[in-house]
């Protein structure tokens, strides 16, 4: 059976939602980020890297979300992780995820784990406000990224259900979210998907958490 470590409401989401998409017959452990549980030696044995998500499989342990998601991909051809049968869409889509995670996500460790990139605590301050700088840049491109339907080949991907943890965190951080309608949108239409909704309800997120207030 599949293990998936998680912490409710971080980026291990999005390929809880493509294990519920999938109908896959899988574990959810918790690794509470908040409680330091990433971090704990049980944890950094599985892995060492002290990051969530990691999907424990029969052949072993997949670190880092685009790995796991074209795993979950290969293996069961859903929806939810990255497109098959179409190499541009998942290369779209794959496309999407890097950027992701390799710029939107680390803005927003900027500002909740400026630790992360200096012990100085007067540069961390000046990270924060990067941090806070630099998603506000972000969320103008993934605004006009979002259309009427979904990002990649109007399939719903992991690249959605990327927007709608990243949305939650920008309402988190009290951003006017009011600005970004068509992104509020895509967020909307992904909670009202029966897969997303298990997903939130096993991680004890409500869909107030992705309302704009």
């Known amino acids: 059976m599949l293990r998936l470590f998680y912490s409710p409401g971080a980026c291990s989401l999005v390929p809880h939602v493509a294990l519920e998409e999938a109908g896959a017959d899988f574990e959810l452990v918790r690794a509470m980020i908040a409680e330091g549980a990433h971090q704990r030696p049980e944890y950094l044995a599985i892995n060492p890297h002290g990051r969530v998500p990691a999907l424990a499989t029969d052949q072993g342990v997949i670190t880092e ?4 998601l074209n795993f979950i991909a290969d293996q069961f ?3 939810g992780s990255v ?16 950027w992701f995670a390799s ?9 909740w784990r400026a630790h992360r990139f200096t012990d100085d605590e007067a540069a961390q301050r000046t990270v924060t406000v990067s941090g806070n700088a630099t998603v506000r840049r972000h969320f103008e ?5 979002c259309g009427d339907g979904w990002l990649v080949e109007n399939r719903f991907s992991a690249a959605d259900s990327y927007l709608l943890t990243f949305f939650r965190w920008s309402c988190k951080i009290g951003a006017d979210m009011t600005r970004y309608p068509r992104w509020a949108a895509l967020a909307g239409r992904a909670i009202e998907r029966p897969a997303v909704a ?16």
């Not at 491109?141 to 990224?145: A, F, N, Q, R, V």
């Not at 409500?206 to 309302?211: E, K, L, Q, T, V």
């Open 65 to 68: 979300n685009i790995a796991i």
């Open 83 to 98: 497109p098959r049968g179409d190499a541009f869409a998942a290369a779209r889509c794959n496309e999407l995820l890097g």
């Open 103 to 111: 710029s939107v996500h680390i803005a927003f460790s900027q500002i």
């Open 77 to 79: 051809g859903a929806e």
């Open 141 to 145: 491109e993934i605004d006009g990224l």
């Open 198 to 213: 298990r997903a939130l309800g096993n991680e004890g997120l409500p869909h107030s958490d992705f309302a704009i207030q």
